[in-house]
């Protein structure tokens, strides 16, 4: 421990104190362990049978003796010092510790009514606990207190960080396990502490819990020396406080007092915040060394348990089959713990042990930013109209999409500076990603040194950057999670880095879409820019538009996905997703200076149908089209553009219609996805049997996959990105991937038979404008003159 | 620097060495700086001119000079003490360091003879990078020398440690971002020295370069006190040696002296642990401090540009649009190298330089481990047939597929244990994913303390496990490069966590097998179990079969995917997998007991065709089918044997065909993936017109974008994971997905009104069946005895 003098008065407990708290902690465990093994006589009231025992034995103790002892020792805290406090469990499967935590303090019954706090309460929650459609092994949506899913491991510190930006008051305990500390999400957010702002943002408390073993082997930290675990998070910029040890007796005094010293240090840190010239903060952690599965049986079987990997699931296999012995090592150790010392005859917490919780919303299970939906207030949006982009025609060159749209998300910081509810997330590209405007009226939060020429850095600013998707994706999942408003803009190829922390967050909207209690929160927004065509510069490894790929699997109430392709669509776009709820909306647009198609109100008429005929583009009025070309993002939309106009000059008896895809799920059925197109309205756009050239932004099987069931599906003709890249202009990258204007002429033509020897003419000429194409640009490393100056013509 | 004292007489540089390595190195920034800007005039023997400028500057000053700097004192100690070194760039974009660093030592010319060390030469290297088609602004794969592409960050390490596995011989200088180190996998990687076995395992010497800025950002590391920075290091286990400041004498000799050293260091290490008892090394690392864009321009339009933000692209614009003054500021830059005193009249770098390059293999661009297809040599592979499972009839039940492929695996390592040349990645899941059997002949490879009642873990050992997945796919990919062989296992959900880091490898396979000279690797094998359909404990957190679809959006020359079905099958597709080059083979697979299909004179054959008619489920000999029930994936082959078995019974009338599919892209035509099946087999199996009732184990829309063009699309109906999970056992999660034998049966029943009143019945029945399923399953929290109990019967 280090050596500030400790200003708390109380430096250990009472004896009297001591006791309860062991109690409580006991309490804890005894219902874990019921949730692990009980189907009937959950207070052992009759001598233990085997068919008191659930048939399968399913659930994890190894860690949740440990987060129980947290629990018990936070309450005491929260209710000594009145904290707002969180907690988050961050070991895989400790669900049977929150479960417990919040039974006893009365949360649990309160939002599931059914398990009341007595004997038939207790017996119902026993069961439902691993049990085929009742309540995981972590902690789930399903848990009161839970803002994070201890499925997949390594984003806990994340999450608290998120959700403590723009919460000066709120303190999260973050349970970091030992295991998931050796992922590398994890390994990089201890560095979480130099972008938080003491006097605006709330406090993190990582309590590292070394218990020493993963599923079966042991963890790093648990086995690196305590000199170089002590370096390590000094390093990291933290103040980390051991208490270590098994000895319960021993190890309550040691975590009280290690406790009182973090409140001490946080709201010391606090008071000097505020003092002028203050310096980054070391927070105080705890590093909480105690044996996996502590309290458990020793041994079974002739196999160390306690203290051990043996201790992840369940220690003790007690069925039909084991050995009847088992029975009795559950019963005597279920007694251990000597519940009749700790419910009454009817099942429910004695009073003087019920009084250590903490009271209404001070309680962990019930803090409100724990169902942030309760403390979400809508953002104060300005006009989008007010940003647009003057097309008196279509085919007048843009500023940049993105950075058109910079400057409406400029004012929707401006317009919530104060309630402090929208944030903006991002790997050190919101410069390179073209939203600078943001930076007239914010900075990036950086809590480390400023020095001269660094830009836009600030102890206090709503742009959070840090080179880390993972982070980035984390930090705002924990801001939206506790209540609050964000977009993470990021390079597209990129964003694959966070396909696994998507899958979770969807998963956790699907689910707390179907608990009641649960309250909606604010999308997650998901700005991906510098794509595919336009990696002049980072070439090959920097082209995958597969995002969209990975995200259409997830639920459809769930996902939205948009293509705007001008500036004025981006902008409707953007203030339609700012302005939803519970969805994941994922945007893909261009930074660089394009054409631009739709003036604002046609934008927002095209924006709102998601999809739609373009007049001026088309030629098919009040007929039938010979051929559908249909466009979807940017890029793909002016090469349609300009294949459309060569077509119409060189056959202008053609009937073409052009078709743009703002929202990609307008493809899907209506029976499969809320916003896809009723087959009529389908067919009404796209024929039942005209061939469709499509031009897409991602990659080609994505349009068949949701267009596979349509009438038209036959004649659909899709050109993408077919892995294909390297250095090159967009110009270029669309003929490596023959989405260019040229091939997708070629492709009408392949499709019409009527155009004949002309249509035969004009292919040869465009393949030789192909050639020419090659050759210009290897001479001049840039795309030939009528490449670069063309525009649309009406 | 730490106390030791130094073993190498060597302290100093003298003077003339001094010089001469200072020469060198402004060769090498000379040449870069020639790549971001020359195309005409290299060596500037005329009056530098506009129109000897590229048209587009593209490409990455920041990082270079720094990276030059490394390079070059790396040849000076690998000439000094014979060193087998290569050298990893692991900072975004290097690329005109290693181009330049490799050119200067003739690898370049050699291994592109175009490229001539004469001004020619120079003139057309300079033109080709960032240039349309040419060479990207990161080590590449066309860059000799090359194991790790800096596209996408984070992976250096975990690359470098993988290629020293088993080469006990190799030092990796592994040159680490300060931007790249701010990401979760590298964060965690720093703590692969806990793995690392000094006897049998080469060195990874880090070099993390602080040039202290992003793209426009600070960086973390950089902006934490230097107290800190050593703890950090030091806790991560390591022994940093710090060379900080900007003076280049004075930098060149800290320099050497922290190379010096840590060789020595290195040494000793070596020796030490041949000695008993030695414990875990503290290896050396170098942190280089110096200023982000060192020796390039200070200032440029008022603002500051060497050791800022700024000089992290192309530090100063030279066109016909900027300041005229900015064309002489370009030739004073390059000219302060004094070029005349490096290059001869032709072009070539002087003698006295040119010796300082290591000779032949030694020269870190020619290297044989960094084309590691040179190295490969095939696995020692027993027989797969040995270990078949008996099959006497379909429907025994097995041991497990993955577990009895444990057995193969075993013997793999056993047979490849001298040449050391297979080694098994996974993150804490080997056991779990019920592989034991390979600790009866190998260990966890681990370098922390081993205390009782830990389980197969010895410094030496064939199985890497960390609970990373970034870092279990890292060092696979860093072993596979350098000439190896592999596996990693994974639950499936969480394979997606590495979704990026395979999209990266895809794309270094696909573009190496464009070059000649690069030879091919190993396939990256990745083995998923523990799948969607069997997360009974786990829930829905552990659901998500998606990384098929994410796999196929790549490179169909690189790709593949298969569903064994069952033991004798995984075996088979393990060892053609094994036997496999330069592909990333995806194999999902069960690892509970499961029923067994074929024996293993069948297995191959099924393998072999990879999909197939299974005529003792099938009744529709020598006549067409009625409907055509496919499957893929252990859990869908079980609901649709039993749905056809259940039609079967009673409707022995109809005829029903069984598909069974292990290689998916058999679905796709061959015109599109070498696997892919001809329209006509494709016709042979599933009928033009007849309809299909497909089950299978991932997401149900996958199996129509490979399909959607095939003749009989339209009757296609595939049934698969809906995003529909909880805790509960396997059936019930076919019935929450509706892929359960009962819903496959009334598909069945819906595509064919010849059943009449029959096939309603017959729903009627099943629907009742479900509804007492959700009965006996909310009673017991087990399946019915039916369902438990069921065989098929010939």
């Known amino acids: 421990m280090?050596?500030?003098?400790?200003?708390?008065?109380?430096a250990e407990l009472s004896p009297?104190?001591?006791?309860?708290?062991?109690?409580?902690?006991?309490?804890?465990?005894?219902?874990?362990?019921?949730q692990l093994y009980m189907h009937h006589n959950p207070l052992l009231k009759e001598p233990l049978k085997l068919e008191h025992v659930k048939n399968m034995l399913l659930g994890h103790w190894g860690t949740t003796p440990g987060q129980n002892f947290i629990y018990t020792h936070l309450n005491r805290i929260i209710t000594q010092y009145d904290l707002n406090m969180i907690y988050v469990s961050g070991p895989g499967h400790g669900g049977p510790a929150v479960v417990a935590g919040t039974y006893l303090e009365g949360t649990y019954t309160e939002v599931y009514p059914d398990i009341t706090q007595d004997e038939e309460g207790l017996r119902k929650l026993f069961t439902r606990f691993s049990?085929?459609?009742?309540?995981?092994s972590h902690a789930s949506p399903q848990t009161p207190g839970s803002i994070h899913e201890g499925g997949e491991l390594g984003y806990s510190l994340s999450h608290s960080f998120g959700a403590v930006l723009d919460n000066p008051d709120l303190i999260i305990a973050c349970v970091v396990g030992d295991g998931e500390a050796e992922t590398g999400p994890?390994?990089?957010?201890?560095?979480?502490?130099?972008?938080?702002?003491?006097?605006?943002?709330?406090?993190?408390?990582?309590?590292?819990?070394?218990?020493?073993?993963?599923?079966?082997?042991?963890?790093v930290l648990a086995r690196i020396t305590h000199e170089e675990l002590e370096q390590l998070f000094r390093g990291y910029g933290w103040n980390p406080i051991f208490v270590e040890g098994e000895d319960p007796e021993q190890m309550h005094k040691d975590m009280a007092m290690a406790l009182d010293y973090a409140v001490d240090r946080i709201k010391q840190i606090k008071y000097d915040a505020e003092q002028p010239n203050s310096l980054r903060p070391r927070w105080p952690m705890i590093?909480?060394?105690?044996?996996?599965?502590?309290?458990?049986?020793?041994?079974?079987?002739?196999?160390?348990?306690?203290?051990?990997?043996?201790?992840?699931?369940?220690?003790?296999?007690v069925s039909a089959s084991t050995p009847p012995e088992h029975l009795q090592m559950l019963e005597d150790w279920m007694k251990s713990y000597r519940p009749e010392e700790l419910f009454d005859e009817d099942g429910k917490l004695v009073p003087e042990l019920a009084e250590l919780a903490p009271k209404g919303d001070r309680r962990m299970g019930a803090n409100p930013h724990t169902n942030g939906g309760n403390l979400l207030r809508d953002l104060r949006l300005p006009d989008f109209r007010d940003y647009a982009t003057v097309v008196e025609s279509p085919g007048v060159n843009g500023e940049g999409d993105t950075y058109v749209s910079g400057r409406f998300l400029r004012d929707v910081i401006k317009a919530n500076q104060e309630k402090r509810n929208f944030r903006i997330f991002g790997p050190d590209e919101t410069v390179s990603n073209k939203l600078d405007a943001v930076f007239e009226v914010t900075n990036r939060q950086w809590g480390a040194p400023v020095i001269p020429y660094d830009e836009f850095l600030a102890a206090d600013g709503s742009v959070m950057e840090m080179l880390s998707e993972h982070q980035c994706e984390g930090w705002l999942e924990g801001y939206l999670l506790t209540g609050r408003h964000g977009l993470f803009n990021c390079y597209e190829a990129f964003i694959h880095i966070v396909d696994s922390m998507f899958n979770q967050h969807a998963k956790w909207l699907k689910t707390t879409l179907e608990l009641p209690w649960r309250r909606r929160i604010a999308s997650l927004n998901i700005l991906l820019t510098s794509t595919v065509w336009r990696q002049d510069h980072n070439g090959f490894t920097h082209q995958d538009p597969g995002f969209l790929d990975h995200v259409v699997n997830k639920k459809a109430n769930i996902v939205r996905v948009y293509l705007p392709p001008d500036a004025n669509c981006l902008l409707s776009v953007m203030d339609h997703c700012l302005r939803s709820y519970h969805y994941v909306n994922v945007i893909v647009a261009g930074k660089h200076p394009a054409p631009q198609w739709l003036n604002m109100e046609q934008a927002v008429e095209h924006c709102t149908r998601g999809i739609g005929i373009w007049n001026f583009a088309s030629n098919d009025q009040e007929t039938e089209p010979d051929v559908v070309m249909a466009c979807s993002g940017d890029v793909p939309t002016l090469e349609t553009l300009a294949a459309a106009s060569i077509l119409r000059e060189h056959m202008p008896e053609l009937k073409i219609r052009v078709?743009?895809?703002?929202?990609?799920?307008?493809?899907?059925?209506?029976?499969?996805?809320?916003?896809?197109?009723?087959?009529?309205?389908?067919?009404?756009?796209?024929?039942?049997?005209?061939p469709v050239v499509f031009a897409f932004h991602g990659y080609p099987w994505l349009v068949h996959r949701l267009t596979y069931?349509?009438?038209?599906?036959?004649?659909?003709?899709?050109?993408?990105?077919?892995?294909?890249?390297?250095?090159?202009?967009?110009?270029?990258?669309?003929?490596?991937?023959?989405?260019?204007?040229?091939?997708?002429?070629?492709?009408?033509?392949?499709r019409l038979p009527q155009t004949g020897s002309k249509g035969v003419y004009l292919k040869q000429q465009l393949t030789d404008k192909l050639t020419q194409h090659k050759q210009y640009i290897k001479a001049n490393g840039k795309d030939m003159p009528e490449i670069l100056n063309w525009k649309w013509k009406q």
């Open 2 to 10: 280090e050596t500030e003098i400790l200003n708390i008065e109380q």
């Open 16 to 34: 009297e104190l001591l006791r309860k708290i062991h109690a409580y902690w006991r309490a804890a465990n005894y219902i874990s362990v019921g």
């Open 131 to 136: 049990y085929p459609g009742g309540i995981s």
């Open 186 to 219: 994890l390994a990089t957010a201890w560095h979480s502490n130099k972008f938080l702002n003491p006097l605006t943002d709330g406090t993190v408390l990582p309590i590292l819990h070394l218990n020493g073993y993963k599923i079966s082997n042991p963890t």
């Open 287 to 317: 590093v909480l060394r105690s044996p996996k599965g502590w309290t458990g049986p020793k041994e079974v079987d002739g196999h160390k348990i306690e203290g051990n990997f043996r201790a992840h699931q369940i220690p003790l296999a």
């Open 659 to 690: 078709v743009n895809v703002v929202d990609l799920f307008k493809l899907q059925k209506s029976t499969e996805h809320a916003h896809g197109l009723s087959d009529k309205d389908y067919n009404a756009l796209f024929t039942t049997d005209k």
């Open 709 to 750: 069931n349509r009438a038209n599906n036959v004649n659909m003709h899709v050109r993408g990105y077919k892995e294909e890249g390297t250095i090159t202009t967009s110009f270029d990258m669309t003929v490596l991937n023959e989405m260019d204007r040229f091939h997708l002429v070629m492709d009408v033509i392949d």
